[in-house]
């Protein structure tokens, strides 16, 4: 993965001074689900960007189902000579565009009504508190998404006006 | 969808460090108070003299001769300055003494300084000088009326004026060297050296 791009991403625990707002939900420990109800993970962080002062990720730990199925990382840009990654000892996380993630405020649990068990498990994991660039979240929106034409993205935060990062 | 806002932490430790701050200030603005308060306690207990002082000069600042002061006082000096004739002694010293008296009278008012001093005493011995011009005993009844005046006058200094202490010493030594029982005509000098003294110090009082 390029590592030259600028950093656009927080972890929250890096933004000594930002917490979450008092409005809205801090779901770090909730269990995530996927759209059939099946376990993923565990929220384990937020991504924020600093700029628009919202969490546009959230850090999955993943749940051992999904390293048990041992998919190789979906990649729809290798064609267009991207490079091919693989999911390596160690990597147990990635990330979930907010605007994918659907809140349960009673159950405390996060679900997502759009990806399934599989589409996780292809999805391209990455270890604890790696810093988050631009290419691994091409990587992992093209996953979540699979849309057959690999459109550009834009480079700025114009990225996270997509639907995938809507605020609801 | 989810939402997740975030914002930025509320940093108490400005609010606390302002706080201590002024917690600091009013610490210092009290124990600076209380360290005034303390001088003036030892003043009070050294020294009684020193906060008299003090207190007098606080005194004397809010207080304002009056007009009716300082004419008498200028009326007084104007007619001890003149060249009198002495050979006039009785009148001169009856009208000298009760304008003295006036005068004195007048800036202890203005000053508000209770005298408690018997001046009527002193109106009847300037009176009695006249009674009978050949009476020996006016250099007695002078050096008691201008006895009586000049405890006054050292009441009113040792309240309103302590940095003349040495004046109202000044009248008070001419008035001791009036000699009783001699005749007046013959102690001239002495007894106009004892108005000219009181005069002088009538008149920086007026001036302070």
């Known amino acids: 993965m390029d590592t030259d791009n600028k950093k656009n991403l927080y972890y929250l625990e890096e933004l000594s001074d930002y917490t979450v707002a008092d409005n809205d939900k801090d779901v770090r420990g ?127 935060d114009k990225f996270y006006d997509r639907a995938e990062f809507n605020r609801k | 969808m989810a939402e997740i806002k975030i914002k930025k932490k509320t940093t108490i430790w400005p609010w606390i460090l302002a706080i201590l701050a002024v917690l600091v200030i009013l610490f210092i603005m009290f124990f600076a108070n209380d360290d005034d308060d303390g001088t003036d306690d ?11 002082d003090v207190n007098q000069s606080m005194d004397n600042s809010t207080y304002v001769i009056s007009d009716t002061a300082i004419s008498e006082i200028s009326e007084y000096t104007t007619f001890v300055n003149k060249d009198a004739e002495m050979g006039l002694e009785h009148e001169y010293a009856n009208a000298a003494l009760n304008k003295l008296i006036e005068a004195t009278e007048s800036i202890a008012n203005s000053l508000n300084v209770n005298i408690s001093s018997d001046l009527e005493t002193a109106r009847k011995n300037a009176e009695s000088i006249t009674d009978d011009p050949l009476d020996l005993t006016h250099a007695d009844k002078i050096k008691n009326a201008g006895s009586i005046v000049v405890d006054a006058l050292r009441n009113i200094q040792s309240q309103r004026f302590p940095n003349m202490e040495t004046e109202v010493g000044e009248v008070h030594d001419a008035l001791v060297a009036i000699i009783p029982g001699e005749k007046t005509l013959e102690q001239t000098a002495t007894v106009k050296n004892f108005f000219n003294e009181a005069g002088q110090l009538l008149t920086n009082m007026k001036n302070k």
Request: charged letters at 30%; aromatic letters at 8%.
């Open chain 1, 30 to 156: 909730w269990e995530v689900k996927d759209k059939d109800g099946r376990a993923i993970g565990t929220v384990d962080n937020l991504l924020v960007n600093k700029n628009t002062e919202r969490v546009v990720y959230l850090d999955i730990e993943v749940d051992t189902s999904i390293i048990a199925a041992n998919h190789k990382p979906y990649n729809s840009r290798v064609k267009d000579g991207g490079h091919e990654y693989l999911n390596e000892d160690g990597e147990n996380h990635f990330i979930l565009p907010i605007g994918m993630a659907h809140l349960n405020l009673e159950s405390e649990i996060v679900f997502t009504e759009s990806i399934n068990h599989q589409t996780f498990a292809e999805t391209k994991r990455m270890k604890k508190g790696t810093p988050i660039h631009r290419d691994y979240e091409v990587l992992v929106l093209d996953s979540y998404v699979r849309n057959e034409h690999a459109d550009p993205y834009p480079k700025d």
């Open chain 2, 42 to 52: 030892v003043s009070d207990d050294t020294s009684e003299m020193v906060t008299d």
